[in-house]
């Protein structure tokens, strides 16, 4: 029980990486971004194709870090993911949501456009790559032996490290830096955010990059964490919006709360149940904070 | 290809069509007039089928394993398949409805995830991945089997005539234009005194059954299911974008884009089929790409879809429009959603 619990906490370091953006972008966008879970998996492949084709041509592959399943060339991979779906989530909204909000549409209609944002991500990645499940690395991995029986490999403390670096890094970015002020303001009120000369403009497109770099992050370490496949962001996105509103829509802090409470109950599950029946899980959490509280844990009143 | 071999295929294709139109219907009466995202189409599409499927089906046997196995008629099996369809979807409607727009959509994923799950992991339910064959056709023994389908697909529009008709009524009655006033602006509708969460809950049923009864009607006509039917794309991106260049609101126009889209998804793969296998594969992907650009090119480009909406709902107002003249152009937006703050 120990061993899923500590599981649990690297699986919702993941999705906090997902629930994080979705929220942040609720926030300002005010739709829930059903394209986020492809996002997530466009990112992996994109560190993917970096470590097998583009890398290894310029002598970077091959090399071990330490412990690792992978060596540096992954870190320049993952910078490059983040970049790369940053790029492609602005570029969608210039392309896509920019001109609906420019129209007035209603805000289901912007989710509906990220339905189709979503089969399009998809099917690029069919495209690229195939429907076979894809390995960053086939090497095998000794774990360590922690006290309570607990099994440890060292590519699970990466993946924790990594998404604690990048919570606290958001955070920072959120309170300290002039565009986060600039965010959290527009997310309490655009009009009035707008009115006392924040370009919310630019405020939205810093949001799709964030979120969609948070995203292409978590798309790499469950990559590292088990395999790519083209189906999973679309899958992931109930436990990411289980974990968004379990934390209270529109609140980071939620939602890193909300992605660990999911992630623990996820794996503590699979000691009863088969382990396919992880998004069943998050399935129910979510109906159940709907019931008991709508507004989630840290969520303001409606 | 013979005359006959061309009348088969046009059959086939239509029975497929068909059942995709009772689908679009089924979204329509949700999105199209209420204005309720469902993103888990092929959720309900999924109970429909099994219910039938376990419902019809003679006993498990040795080969298999599932549950029930009632050899009870095919429209008792219909019945029930909008009935079980409609009880989940007043499950999931109860929490959802009365939030955000984008919880009942997420909600609906979930659902039709997780029965997928279930589905494919149980086995004892509904013989697990292997899914159920041999499910059983009503009035099979009236003509040689080769030529069935015509049977099939008459019994099929039947049902969609049916649909359609009940829905066009339902529609223009007092409670379908409460529906499009929900759409429209739900805070007007509840200020006119309206209980909007019981209206929305009743929509999502109501199309929950049709769409229900659109999947025992899918699962008779292929006699075999698995989990894997059940793909998102095929249950629930085609759906939409069926409905949305159909016409989101009109239900003729989502018929109309049922009989479209299946016609250019099942052409453009006769041509692809032509192709080497890799290429046919790659091929394949283009589609699900088409797919997901239709779907955002129509909403940017022409969100009324082909038909846009029927105007005149009422007798009444049919009356008024004659004496003072056409009314006024509604805006061009598909449901022009309430506002959420």
């Not at chain 1, 993946?159 to 830096?177: D, E, N, P, Q």
Request: charged share 10%.
């Amino acid at each position: 029980m120990a061993e899923l619990f500590v599981y649990g906490i690297i699986l919702g370091s993941i999705i906090s990486l997902g629930a994080i953006g979705i929220t942040l972008l609720y926030g300002i966008l005010r739709f829930g971004n059903f394209a986020h879970g492809d996002y997530m998996t466009l990112g992996g492949y994109i560190a993917y194709l970096m470590v097998s084709v583009a890398l290894p041509r310029t002598g970077l592959g091959g090399s071990r870090l330490g412990p690792l399943s992978f060596g540096f060339d992954m870190l320049i991979a993952i910078l490059v993911a983040i970049l790369g779906m940053a790029a492609i989530a602005i570029l969608a909204d210039w392309l896509v949501y920019k001109r609906l909000r420019e129209r007035g549409s209603a805000l289901i209609l912007m989710a509906m456009a990220s339905l189709g944002v979503a089969i399009i991500v998809q099917s690029i990645v069919y495209l690229g790559w195939g429907s076979a499940p894809k390995f960053y690395s086939t090497a095998i991995q000794r774990a360590w032996l922690l006290p309570l029986g607990i099994k440890l490999k060292a590519d699970q403390v990466f993946t924790f490290t990594v998404a604690i670096l990048l919570v606290a890094g958001v955070h920072l970015f959120l309170k300290r830096t002039r565009m986060g002020k600039a965010m959290r303001a527009t997310a309490d009120n655009m009009q009035l955010a707008r009115v006392t000369g924040i370009d919310t403009e630019r405020v939205i497109a810093w949001t799709w990059a964030i979120g969609a770099g948070l995203a292409a992050v978590a798309g790499v370490l469950m990559g590292i964490e088990a395999q790519l496949m083209p189906v999973m962001g679309w899958t992931f996105l109930i436990p990411l919006f289980a974990a968004t509103i379990l934390g209270g829509i529109g609140n980071p802090y939620g939602a890193f709360l909300g992605a660990m409470i999911v992630g623990i109950c996820q794996q503590m599950s699979t000691a009863w149940l088969s382990p396919a029946y992880k998004p069943a899980i998050a399935f129910i959490m979510m109906i159940i904070v709907l019931l008991v509280r709508p507004r989630g844990l840290l969520g303001r009143s409606a | 290809m013979d005359l006959g071999g061309i009348l088969s295929y046009v059959t086939s294709f239509a029975i497929v069509a068909v059942v995709y139109g009772v689908f679009c219907l089924g979204l329509n009466v949700q999105w199209g007039f209420t204005g309720l995202f469902n993103i888990g189409v092929a959720g309900f599409f999924a109970i429909g089928a099994y219910t039938t499927a376990l419902l019809t089906s003679p006993p498990a046997g040795m080969f298999s394993d599932y549950v029930l196995g009632l050899n009870l008629p095919f429209v008792v099996g219909l019945i029930c398949a909008g009935g079980v369809s409609g009880v989940i979807a007043l499950l999931i409607a109860i929490p959802t409805l009365r939030l955000r727009e984008d919880y009942l959509a997420i909600a609906t994923l979930g659902i039709a995830e997780s029965i997928r799950l279930v589905f494919n992991n149980e086995r004892w339910l509904a013989n697990g991945s292997r899914g159920m064959i041999g499910i059983p056709q009503p009035l099979h023994n009236l003509v040689a089997p080769q030529n069935y389908k015509y049977i099939y697909l008459c019994i099929a529009v039947a049902l969609l005539i049916l649909i359609y008709v009940a829905i066009q009524r339902a529609i223009r009655s007092p409670w379908g234009r409460v529906l499009r006033a929900i759409r429209e602006n739900e805070a007007t509708t509840a200020a006119a005194g309206k209980n909007v969460s019981a209206f929305k809950t009743q929509a999502f049923v109501f199309g929950a059954v049709i769409i229900g009864i659109g999947g025992a009607l899918y699962a008779h006509y292929t006699r075999s299911i698995t989990p894997e039917t059940f793909t998102p794309l095929f249950g629930t991106f085609l759906v939409w974008v069926m409905l949305t260049l159909g016409g989101s609101g009109s239900n003729r126009g989502a018929i109309l884009g049922a009989f479209v889209v299946w016609g250019v998804w099942t052409g453009s793969s006769f041509l692809s089929d032509q192709l080497p296998k890799a290429w046919a594969t790659q091929a394949f992907y283009i589609r699900y790409l088409v797919i997901g650009l239709l779907l955002v090119a129509i909403l940017l480009l022409r969100p009324q879809g082909i038909m846009g909406e029927e105007r005149r709902l009422s007798r009444l107002s049919a009356i008024r429009e004659d004496a003072t003249g056409p009314p006024e152009a509604e805006p061009p937006e598909g449901p022009v959603g309430s506002d959420t703050s």
